[in-house]
C-alpha cells in the first residue's frame, strides 16, 4: 500500500471542500482533495438557488447561471401570503461545483476523483481509488467536507446531527416564472414544499420531517405536483429525479485534533430553509484558512481560531433558525398562528416570539 504525504487533505469536492482547498493551496499548502464522485458535482442533489449576494463573493462569473429570480413567494396551505422582492438566481449546480473545483485545482490543490476516504488508522486516511488498490494519506491537517452524511465528522464522534429527507423533480414550466414559490402546509412536518424556477424547466421538491401517522414524502411531492399541474404552473410528467439529506442542526463543535469539519459536514445549513451553499463556500474557506495557518506555524492551536471566526459570522443566523426550528415542530399543530415567526421573509420572524 502505498503512503502519499501532504499538509492538508479535504475529504469531499463540494462548494466546502473546494472552496477550502483553494484557500489553503492558495496560501501555499500542499493539498490533496479526495472525492468518491468520477464526476464533480454530478449527479445534483439540489434545488440550485442561490442568493444574488453570492455571486459577488466568489469572482467565478456566471458560466454557472441558469435564470436570475425577482424574489419569493410564500403560500400557507394553498394560499398566497407574501410576495417580497429577494434577488437571486437558479444555477447549474453540477457546472457550479466544477468551476468551484477548477479553481481549486489552478491553486495548486491535487483533486483525485472516484477516490473515497474509507477509514483513518494511525493519523492516516486509508482511501479507495476505483480501479486501483488502497492507498493512504498522511496529512497534517485533514478537512471533512464530505457531505450531510460525513464519514469524516464519524471519526471525531460528531455524525449524529438530525437530518431531512427531501425529494425533488425537475419539471417543465407552464410559462416562464421570475420568483421562486414556498409551499408551508401543515401535510409537510417540519419543512416545505418549493418550486424554482430554471428557464423553461423548475426544480420542485419537498423537505420535511417524518412523523408517526404522517404523511410520506413521496406522496406529498406528487400532490404538490398535481395541484401545481392544476393551477397551469408546470406541465407534463416529471423529467428526472434526485433526492438528499438536509442538515437541520450543527454539529456541536467543528475541530478535534487535526480534523476540521465544514458545510453539510458540519451540518451548517440553515435549521429553517435548508440553504446550504452560501455557508459551505464561505465557511470552507474559512477551514482552508486556518488549516493553512495550523501548517505553517506547525501549530494545530490555529485550528481553533476556525471555530471561533465561524461562529462570529454565521453563529447567531443559524442559532435564530435553530430555536425558530424547536418552536416550528413543538408548535406545528398552530401553524396558522406562529408561521410569521418561523419563515425568514416575515419580519416577525426577526423579532422576539412571546
Ligand atoms: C434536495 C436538496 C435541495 C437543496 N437545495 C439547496 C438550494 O437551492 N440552495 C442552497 O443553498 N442549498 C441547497 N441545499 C443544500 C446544499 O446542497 C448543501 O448545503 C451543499 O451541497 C453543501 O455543500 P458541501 O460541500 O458541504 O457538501 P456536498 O455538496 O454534499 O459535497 C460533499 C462531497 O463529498 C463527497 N464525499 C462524501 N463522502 C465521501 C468520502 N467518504 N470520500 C470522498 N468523498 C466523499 C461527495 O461525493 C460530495 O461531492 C439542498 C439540499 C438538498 C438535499
Known sequence: MITIACDILVVGAGPAGSSAAREAAARGADVIVVDRRAVVGVPVQCAEYIPAPLIGELHLGRGFVVQPVKGMRTFLNGRLLQQIVAPGYTIRRDVFDQMLAEEARKSGARVLLSTTAVSRQDGEVVV??????????????????DGPRSKVAGWISCNKKELMPAVQVRVALAQLMEFTEIFLDNRIYGGYGWLFPRGNEANVGV?????NGGDRIGRVLQELLARLAAEGKIKGKPLGATAGWVPVEAAQTLRAGNI???GDAAGHTHPITGAGIPQAVIGGRMAGKWAACAVDRADLSALAEYESEWREFFGEALEKASSRRRLLEREWDRLEEIVKYCWVTFKEYHSEYE
Open 128 to 145: 479507495r481509488q476505483k480501479g486501483a488498490s488502497l492507498s493512504r494519506i498522511r496529512p497534517r491537517v485533514i478537512i471533512g467536507a
Open 207 to 211: 423537505g420535511m420531517k417524518i412523523r
Open 260 to 262: 476540521l469539519l465544514a
